[in-house]
């Protein structure tokens, strides 16, 4: 697989239910970065988790990090139908500066 | 909150001709990147630009591409003549702090039709 594979690549899941996507890379990384994008438009950061953590959380956003298996989870809770967007993980491998995107979950939240 | 502005938001233009992407990255960033999306694919980058100077580049960034700091304001991508595989959005990003990999702030980007 190439660096930076989500699963699933599309969600569809009623408002009020959790979602979770996962992404996978083959690279050493100093940090992974989960991106949304609303239709057409351009990438909004949501949450960065470096190597040396295994979770982190901001408001409804809980990211997960298992650097031996090379893989990280987004879960987000409570869905609203304002979550509709893509998802993309995004790693920073070493000694670049560059980031690695993933190829994206679709999430269709339904009010 | 201060944001990365892109213009155009669209772009269409021949086969063969020059086109000049145009952003205002935020004003105390110091690192800026172009990236573009073919419809349907990933996200992908091209170049990084620091101290007025690339600091990395991909392999499609070839030599009909070309950045450019002209004043303390804007960062330019210039595409020389035009391949029908250049059609894409075509996102500017930037960074204020100085550790490399993290958080960016992207445009809302350009899509560019090379008919």
């Known amino acids: 697989s190439q660096q930076g594979e989500e699963d699933p690549q599309a969600l569809s899941i009623q408002e009020g239910e959790n979602a979770t996507m996962n992404c996978s890379y083959k690279?050493?990384?100093?940090?992974l970065q989960w991106y949304r994008q609303n239709s057409g438009r351009g990438l909004v950061h949501l949450i960065l988790?470096?190597?040396?953590?295994r979770e982190k959380h901001s408001g409804r956003l809980r990211v997960t990090l298992d650097t031996s298996k090379k893989s990280s989870s987004l879960l987000i809770t409570a869905s609203r139908a304002a979550d509709t967007a893509s998802y993309f993980c995004?790693?920073?491998?070493?000694?670049?500066?560059?980031?690695?995107f993933g190829t994206g979950t679709r999430l269709q939240v339904f009010p | 909150e201060p944001e990365v502005t892109q213009t155009p938001s669209h772009q269409v233009t021949q086969m063969g001709q020059e086109v000049i992407l145009r952003c205002v990255p935020i004003?105390?960033?110091?690192?800026f990147y172009w990236y573009r999306q073919i419809l349907g694919q990933k996200v992908e980058f091209l170049v990084s630009?620091?101290?007025?100077?690339?600091?990395?580049k991909s392999e499609i960034f070839d030599d009909q591409f070309s950045v450019e700091r002209p004043d303390g304001s804007n960062f330019t991508l210039k595409i020389r003549s035009t391949k029908l595989e250049d059609s894409a959005m075509y996102f500017c990003?930037?960074?204020?702090?100085?550790?490399?990999?993290?958080?960016?702030?992207f445009g809302s980007g350009t899509q560019l039709s090379v008919l």
């Open positions: 004003s105390n960033h110091l690192y």
């Open positions: 995004a790693t920073g491998p070493y000694n670049t500066d560059k980031l690695i």
């Open positions: 630009f620091y101290n007025n100077e690339i600091s990395e």
């Open positions: 990003a930037s960074r204020g702090t100085g550790t490399v990999n993290e958080k960016l702030f």
């Open positions: 690279t050493s990384i100093n940090n």
């Open positions: 988790i470096r190597s040396n953590e």
